[in-house]
């Protein structure tokens, strides 16, 4: 069974800051590994998704994530943040034939 | 193209009361799925769907709630005696061509309070 933490429930940068959202799965096989974001009120947006290839993937609005097989993450970063990046963001893993699983979330605040 | 369509929005309920959540996926999207939120956590998969198929439910406590698709489209997920710690949002999502490598799109969200 695949498994998914996101260690940081909540982040505050300012704006312009760089940020760094964690994610750490377990599972043995081959995955796939996937970032939302769910502004209040709404429902989940897809950012990027990694399979294989090259470890770095691009996402929409600036976003990027890197994976590590060593380490078990799947981080996300952008280099300089806006006050609408600010939203709840969810790292969700997956095997082949099996479903979605999400992590907890984590809550970023972008202070204007 | 039109998204995830989810209806209703919010839903107020006693304990012991029924309630039904109606979705409507993108169209020719063969899966669909069942997610319920609670307050400050990540989704929780319910059941999915490929066409009329029930693939895994077996998150789904079988005794109050029920999910069906009957003709590959549309789904209707039904609590039968509602309990306060059924107080969550219950998101559908539907994907093309399934599998779990696909992008996932998620409708809004019914947010239900059970008193």
């Known amino acids: 069974t695949q498994t998914v933490s996101q260690s940081d429930a909540h982040v505050t940068v300012f704006e312009g800051d760089s940020v760094e959202l964690r994610c750490n799965y377990s599972y043995g096989g081959s995955i796939y590994l996937s970032w939302y974001i769910q502004h209040h009120g709404h429902g989940l947006q897809f950012l990027l998704k990694?399979?294989?290839?090259?470890?770095v993937v691009q996402g929409v609005n600036g976003f990027e994530a890197e994976f590590s097989k060593s380490d078990s993450s799947f981080h996300l970063r952008k280099a300089s943040v806006h006050w609408s990046d600010s939203a709840v963001y969810f790292c969700?893993?997956?095997?082949?034939?099996?479903?979605?699983?999400f992590g907890t979330g984590t809550k970023l605040q972008v202070v204007p | 193209e039109a998204g995830v369509t989810q209806s209703p929005r919010y839903a107020v309920l006693q304990e012991g009361q029924a309630v039904s959540f109606w979705c409507d996926p993108i169209?020719?999207?063969?899966?669909l799925y069942w997610y319920q939120q609670p307050r400050d956590q990540g989704p929780q998969l319910l059941v999915y769907?490929?066409?009329?198929?029930?693939?895994?439910n077996s998150q789904l406590p079988s005794d109050r709630f029920s999910a069906v698709r009957p003709k590959g489209t549309n789904s209707t997920l039904k609590i039968q005696s509602a309990k306060q710690g059924d107080t969550a949002t219950y998101l559908c999502a539907s994907s093309l061509v399934g599998g779990s490598q696909n992008t996932l799109y998620f409708g809004a969200g019914t947010r239900l309070s059970v008193l």
């Open positions: 169209s020719g999207h063969d899966t």
């Open positions: 969700a893993v997956s095997a082949t034939g099996t479903y979605q699983r």
């Open positions: 990694y399979y294989s290839g090259n470890p």
């Open positions: 769907f490929r066409d009329e198929a029930v693939i895994d």
